[in-house]
């Protein structure tokens, strides 16, 4: 969203970053990452890859159900703080990269591959990118769960997210220099990665959704 543009801004200010989180979803963001979760984990021992960590919020779920972690993020601020949350010998490898490097990963060597509220931060060509290799990095019955702002359904819907991202917008271009953008058609990017959605849900009016997707026949 224009406002999850602010982590950028955040990033340079981890120990606010999960409030900020908080405030910049209305409350939602918890549930949100709740649900990723669930979703990406299916059993104790999963591999899991999870793209733009942050703070660690979702890998401490990940790692409650069991699952083996290895966490990108780009910014080593973030890395540092999502480090210290887990004691010694918690199942987790930290990276610092950034998304698009994705492809010096093995392949087919995930059960799940996690990208939470960092794709509205990438192009569209770098989306598509991204999606595509995270499809090879999944292991036979695999599958990506995606979360993220996305353009709602319906006209009135469209004008109100709009009102309410002016001024996060606004906010987010006098701080870091940048806006990002919902995502048009979220399963719809999924698919043209060769991913056939089998889950949807969302919240917040249709501005937040969840997509877990597995690799077509």
Known sequence: MSSLALMRWLEGT??????????????????????VANAAV??????????????GSVTALLLARGARVTAFDHAPEMLEQARARFAT?????WVERTASEIDALPRAAFQ??????????MSRSERAFVLREAALRLAPGGRVVAADEVRPRGPLRRVLQRLWRIPQAALAWLLVGAVSSPIPDLIGELEAAGLAVRESDEWLFGTLALAVAEKSE
């Open 89 to 93: 010998g918690a199942t987790v490898d």
């Open 42 to 55: 299916r059993a104790p021992g999963d591999a899991v890859l999870e793209i733009g960590c942050g703070t």
């Open 112 to 121: 799940s591959v996690v990208l939470s509220l960092c794709l509205s931060d």
């Open 14 to 35: 981890p120990e606010r970053y999960d409030a900020g989180m908080r405030a910049l979803t209305f409350g939602r963001v918890r549930r949100l990452h709740e649900a």
